[in-house]
């Protein structure tokens, strides 16, 4: 399974953006696809995930703020995020989950700054 992410970017505090993640290959009808991110000198953390079937979660900093949507169809997940601030700005990794493994995008850099 191949993921492609996209829509990252600069964007000034209070703004939003939105990230895109494509998979392609052998992708299971039932999977949790994610975003997670990682900040210059932190761990990678999860953002939001949300099963094939069943409710998002979030990282609770994002609460509010954030919203992740699939479109099963097209194998792509997205994240909505607005009210973007500098404690944001990370590198944005997209990630399908399902019974053949874990699998990873290559990262898409979202920078808040005024």
């Known amino acids: 399974v191949q993921l492609q992410a996209s829509g990252g970017g600069l964007v000034q505090p209070g703004g939003s953006l939105r990230l895109s993640c494509e998979a392609s290959?052998?992708?299971?009808?039932?999977?949790?696809m994610g975003w997670y991110r990682r900040a210059p000198g932190k761990e990678r953390e999860v953002v939001a995930i949300?099963?094939?079937?069943?409710?998002?979660d979030y990282r609770d900093s994002v609460k509010g703020r954030f919203t992740i949507s699939r479109d099963d169809t097209k194998n792509m997940v997205f994240l909505q995020m607005n009210s973007l601030n500098p404690e944001d700005s990370a590198v944005y990794y997209c990630?399908?989950?399902?019974?053949?493994?874990?699998?990873w995008g290559q990262g898409t850099l979202v920078t808040v700054s005024s």
């Open positions: 990630n399908i989950w399902q019974t053949s493994g874990s699998y």
């Open positions: 290959g052998k992708v299971y009808s039932r999977n949790v």
């Open positions: 949300i099963p094939t079937h069943g409710n998002a």
